[in-house]
């Protein structure tokens, strides 16, 4: 479930840039000459001319649901694991899901990632939390366990038959005349009684037994899998990871709104077929003066107000104020485009990268220490024994040309870091946009209040943890940043 904004407004009043999440502290940029280092032409960076939509409009319903989601972030549970309990608005949902779409591919497999019926544990979905497209939401409010039926088999004495249902992992490549779609799935689900050529294939396999239909040796499936008058032929190769006969799914169909935020369904129709396992009960709270006072505490109700009118207003600001960051970090990003593609550093303060390789290291021992403690919490023991291995799943190193999380940083991440910083730093020398001591300490307890609360600590403690360094460079960065958006055109 998303954080509802409300539980933490003072934090929508900025904006950081993840390039000082990592802040060096010992080499100054401030007090270098940074034209020893840069060589940027004032064309190159003042008045860029990006292409970008323009920010959203906020509507009723964005406010209908920010509200809806602040009141589910503080719901109550009641019971949970119930069969007999139909799902109400606020209530988790249990599910085991498959959700296809028609493509050229075939609706007959999901889209990566979007089916967990091979692996063995329903999933939990918070019914009004935003997270399933509205059609399903409704679909599945009022019904429960008992109504619907999930029966993997995965004893491998038992054998497919034709009418089974089975479900596959498997690679496969679909070739409809001259197009051609490959890829990876973990959710395959074929439904035998609807697919001759499947069930002349799958039946007599067993559970665990691997099968090869044209993609390294066999014959492939030739059928109109799509459904749209046209055979079309898949070749596909993997393991049968169970058969299930006498299942009562639901099925949900409809169409995904085109700003929903999931681009893989956006904007197309799909369905959705599902057993609920069990329905978690929770109770919502309404919105009272006295909950908004100790959750919000930033709202005021002005005397003899309409509370839920004036609150309404005070959403409505905070998601204007948002829509408007999130326009103006999409220009930053297309600024920090134009600038990455120029070759305007000569060169690297020796200082400066080796300050920074030392506070990547930190920083990545205290992010293993906090995703640490989270996979203990959850699993009951952290499957990286060492901060080399758990940094190199983090930035998902797996088959990159690095051969330890340390030497993508000191080869990547370090020298990326500095060349941006030198670049922000040339640019407030030469327009002038040097953070000034007063906007420091204006901008500073905003930015202690951010980081405090975002991580459960005292603003004492973060400006321990972090440093009164790593609060100058971002002061500094977002007045740069800032000001070169204002000078951009926009198209």
């Not at 190159?44 to 001319?49: I, K, N, P, R």
């Not at 091979?118 to 679909?139: A, C, H, R």
């Not at 030739?222 to 055979?231: I, R, S, T, Y």
């Not at 009562?248 to 709104?257: N, T």
């Amino acid at each position: 479930m998303k954080r509802s904004r409300l539980t933490g407004a003072l934090a929508l009043l900025l904006v950081f840039s993840a390039l000082f999440l990592f802040a060096s502290c010992g080499f100054s940029y401030e007090k270098s000459k940074i034209g020893k280092y840069v060589d940027l032409s004032r064309e190159d960076y003042y008045g860029l001319t990006v292409s970008i939509p323009a920010a959203k409009e906020i509507g009723e319903k964005d406010i209908d649901l920010e509200i809806a989601t602040f009141r589910l972030h503080l719901r109550t549970l009641v019971s949970e694991g119930e069969v007999t309990r139909h799902a109400a608005w606020g209530d988790n949902v249990n599910l085991y899901y498959h959700i296809t779409v028609a493509n050229e591919t075939g609706s007959f497999l999901p889209l990566d990632g979007f089916s967990n019926m091979t692996e063995g544990e329903p999933g939990p979905f918070v019914i009004g939390g935003g997270v399933l497209p509205e059609v399903f939401e409704d679909g599945l409010t009022g019904h429960a366990a008992i109504e619907t039926l999930f029966a993997p088999k995965t004893d491998p004495s038992e054998t497919v038959a034709a009418g089974d249902v089975v479900y596959l992992d498997l690679t496969y490549r679909v070739t409809d005349g001259e197009n051609e779609a490959s890829g990876e799935t973990y959710g395959a689900r074929i439904d035998l009684s609807a697919n001759a050529a499947a069930s002349s294939a799958f039946v007599g396999l067993h559970p665990g037994d691997a099968f090869d239909f044209g993609y390294n040796d066999g014959e492939p499936l030739v059928c109109d899998w799509d459904g749209d008058g046209e055979n079309e032929t898949l070749a596909a190769s993997g393991t049968l990871r169970s058969l299930s006969r006498g299942e009562m799914l639901g099925r949900i169909e409809g169409d995904v709104p085109a700003d929903y935020y999931d681009a893989a369904i956006a904007g197309k129709r799909v369905v959705l077929l599902y057993a609920i396992a069990s329905v978690d009960e929770y109770t919502v709270p309404e919105i009272t003066e006295e909950l908004l006072k100790e959750n919000v505490p930033e709202f005021e109700l002005s005397e003899g107000g309409d509370l839920e009118e004036e609150f309404r207003d005070y959403v409505y600001r905070l998601l204007v104020n948002e829509s408007r960051r999130e326009w103006q970090a999409e220009i930053e990003n297309k600024i920090w485009e134009h600038l990455n593609a120029l070759d305007c550093v000569k060169k690297y303060p020796a200082d400066a990268l080796r300050d920074e390789m030392k506070e990547q290291e930190r920083q990545l021992g205290q992010l293993y220490e906090y995703y640490g403690a989270i996979l203990e919490e959850k699993y009951g023991s952290n499957p990286y024994e060492t901060v080399e291995a758990f940094g190199y799943a983090y930035y998902d190193l797996e088959g990159s040309p690095y051969s330890d999380v340390y030497e993508y940083l000191k080869k990547e991440v370090v020298p990326d870091t500095v060349r941006q910083k030198l670049i922000v730093y040339y640019i407030a020398e030469a327009e002038g946009w040097r953070a000034t001591e007063e906007e420091y300490e204006t901008e500073l307890p905003k930015q202690l209040t951010y980081y405090a609360e975002n991580e459960g600590v005292t603003t004492a403690e973060v400006l321990k943890k972090y440093g009164e360094e790593f609060f100058r460079q971002a002061i500094q960065y977002n007045k740069v940043l800032t000001n070169l958006v204002e000078v951009t055109v926009i198209k």
